[in-house]
């Protein structure tokens, strides 16, 4: 089973030498958690750009899952399904 990662270009220059779009094999039982460390293994750090220590999604930062934002669902603790689309996104400021 996959899911679809999106990142923005300043992300994925960051993190997947400017790789914005991949795929992921998930287990039966994934959630957000663990498809973010997984993604760790492969992007060094890119964990602690997105969760803070307490396992929550950083401020700076929006997660969506099939387009609805994980803070609204579970957090970190969404579960992920085959086929879904995740979009990582820094999040916008204004002024």
Do not use: C, H
Not at 31 to 60: H, V
């Amino acid at each position: 089973m996959e899911v679809t990662i999106r990142l923005t270009a300043a992300l994925a220059n960051r993190f997947t030498k400017r790789e914005k779009v991949f795929t992921r094999k998930i287990g039966s039982e994934e959630n957000l958690w663990s498809l973010i460390e997984a993604m760790d293994g492969s992007f060094p750090d890119i964990k602690n750009a997105l969760i803070t220590e307490n396992r929550s999604i950083r401020d700076s930062i929006n997660i969506y899952v099939n387009g609805e934002n994980v803070r609204y669902l579970k957090g970190v603790n969404t579960t992920i399904q085959k086929g879904d689309v995740i979009n990582i996104i820094p999040a916008a400021a204004a002024g």
